[in-house]
């Protein structure tokens, strides 16, 4: 049993569990702010280009019987089935726009990790190729005799 809560401590304390579940958290919040994007902002828009439609209020009822509500929700307690598309059309607006906002984020944090990394390659390599004294071709960094012309290098040549 002792095994097994060490196993289970160094599991929940590794950097990826608590990576995730404070992404989770950030991720819930983000979700309140996309929400009210859509339901206050993004949806009057739409309802004003639609000529007053809200899609919360579009459903279908589900039944053969010949009544009518304004709303999903009064045809619930009434006790009828209903089919809300209206609130499939806002959810699927909602993951829309969560999906861009996160593709323009990770973009964003990618672009400037580019940055930093255009500046470390920018840093000069370090030389794998040197001139042979005697006939003048590259030659291996390391070479202690010339390939070319079979010279024997001078010693400081040999130096890395």
Same mark, same amino acid.
């Given at each position: 049993m002792k095994a097994f809560l060490e196993e289970f401590k160094k599991f929940i304390m590794r950097g990826n569990v608590i990576d995730l579940a404070v992404g989770v958290i950030i991720g819930g919040a983000f979700q309140a702010i996309v929400n009210s994007l859509v !339901? %206050? *902002? /993004? @949806? #009057? /828009? *739409? @309802?004003l280009a639609t000529k007053g439609i809200n899609f919360a209020d579009k459903f279908i009822l589900l039944t053969t019987d010949e009544v009518t509500f304004a709303t999903a929700e009064a045809a619930k307690k009434a006790g009828y089935a209903t089919l809300n598309y209206g609130s499939f +059309? &806002?959810?699927v607006i909602n993951f829309l726009i969560m999906a861009t906002v996160i593709f323009l984020l990770v973009k964003g944090i990618n672009k400037v @990790?580019? +940055?930093g990394k255009k500046k470390e390659e920018e840093a000069p390599a370090e030389p794998t190729t040197k001139v042979c004294p005697f006939c003048k071709s590259e030659i291996a960094i390391d070479a202690v005799k010339c390939p !070319?012309? &079979? @010279? %024997?290098? #001078?010693e400081e040549e040999n130096a890395e």
């Amino acid at each position: 049993m002792k095994a097994f809560l060490e196993e289970f401590k160094k599991f929940i304390m590794r950097g990826n569990v608590i990576d995730l579940a404070v992404g989770v958290i950030i991720g819930g919040a983000f979700q309140a702010i996309v929400n009210s994007l859509v !339901n %206050d *902002i /993004v @949806s #009057p /828009v *739409i @309802s004003l280009a639609t000529k007053g439609i809200n899609f919360a209020d579009k459903f279908i009822l589900l039944t053969t019987d010949e009544v009518t509500f304004a709303t999903a929700e009064a045809a619930k307690k009434a006790g009828y089935a209903t089919l809300n598309y209206g609130s499939f +059309i &806002t959810a699927v607006i909602n993951f829309l726009i969560m999906a861009t906002v996160i593709f323009l984020l990770v973009k964003g944090i990618n672009k400037v @990790s580019e +940055i930093g990394k255009k500046k470390e390659e920018e840093a000069p390599a370090e030389p794998t190729t040197k001139v042979c004294p005697f006939c003048k071709s590259e030659i291996a960094i390391d070479a202690v005799k010339c390939p !070319n012309c &079979t @010279s %024997d290098l #001078p010693e400081e040549e040999n130096a890395e």
